[in-house]
């Protein structure tokens, strides 16, 4: 059984900075300039598109100009890195940890299981969010100069859409940890996990080739599809870090959850 010792707390300080150095940064750090090499290369392709192209995304997602068409595209790849980066750490933390049999030792120690999940999660989610974060902050940056006098969109709703984004990844992989660590295979949960990923992007899909399914569901297409953090660029600038804000304490607490399940399990 796992031990109910309760360390010093120096010693749980010196296990959380043990974890961290564990964490993807190295992963993170090249995800994020990924991202943004990725930004700018889709950029130099937009823009040299024909015409016709570029009026059949404006007409599909319902926005104008070239800022908001290269915006669109920019988002997926900010809300692809933040999640992607964060899973990989946390599958590795929970279910591969699992499958090789190193979560049996590590609960053996005397450090609950909680506490253990936390410092092995904590760091992972973090460095997703990073890679996020310095993505939004380019794809804002780069979305810029393409910005025109009376455009529907702003650097500061460009910023704020990519901090959702950044925030939906971090919600929902938060959602997802009470299940990993419960979980025994490492495909399955990387199926599960793509799944939970490409959700949210459904009501899009629909929306773009089925837009009159919306027509009498007005507040549905302004909730569940990706362009109206365009449509709504003033509500965007502030409501992405306000949702980034929320789900850091979300995390928190779905950690906490998931410990807990943690240590109910007949994990040794």
Do not use: C
């Not at 939004?136 to 100069?145: D, E, F, Q, R, S």
């Amino acid at each position: 059984m796992t031990s109910t010792t309760a360390p010093a707390a120096g010693s749980l300080r010196g296990y959380f900075a043990l974890e961290a150095r564990r964490a993807p940064r190295r992963t993170s750090l090249v995800a994020a300039v990924a991202g943004v090499l990725v930004v700018l290369g889709s950029h130099a392709l937009l823009v040299r598109v024909p015409a016709q192209v570029i009026r059949f995304l404006e007409q599909a997602f319902h926005i104008e100009g070239m800022a908001a068409v290269l915006l669109i595209n920019d988002l997926l790849a900010t809300y692809f890195i933040a999640y992607f980066v964060a899973l990989a750490g946390l599958v590795d933390a929970t279910v591969t940890a699992r499958e090789e049999h190193r979560l049996e030792l590590l609960l053996a120690k005397p450090i609950r299981a909680r506490v253990l999940l936390a410092a092995r999660t904590a760091p992972s989610l973090l460095a997703g969010a990073g890679a996020g974060v310095v993505v939004a902050i380019g794809t804002a940056l780069a979305v810029a100069p393409y910005i025109e006098a009376g455009d529907m969109i702003s650097v500061a709703g460009a910023l704020g859409g990519g901090l959702f984004l950044v925030a939906l990844a971090i919600a929902l992989l938060s959602a997802l940890l009470p299940l990993l660590v419960r979980m025994r295979d490492g495909f399955h949960a990387l199926l599960v996990a793509s799944g939970a990923w490409i959700a949210p992007l459904m009501p899009t899909a629909a929306f773009i080739y089925r837009p009159d399914a919306f027509e009498a569901r007005e507040g549905l297409r302004e909730a569940s599809v990706l362009a109206s953090l365009l449509w709504s660029d003033a509500t965007s600038a502030w409501l992405g870090p306000v949702a980034l804000a929320i789900a850091i304490p979300l995390a928190a607490i779905s950690i906490t959850a998931a410990g807990v399940l943690l240590e109910r399990a007949d994990a040794l």
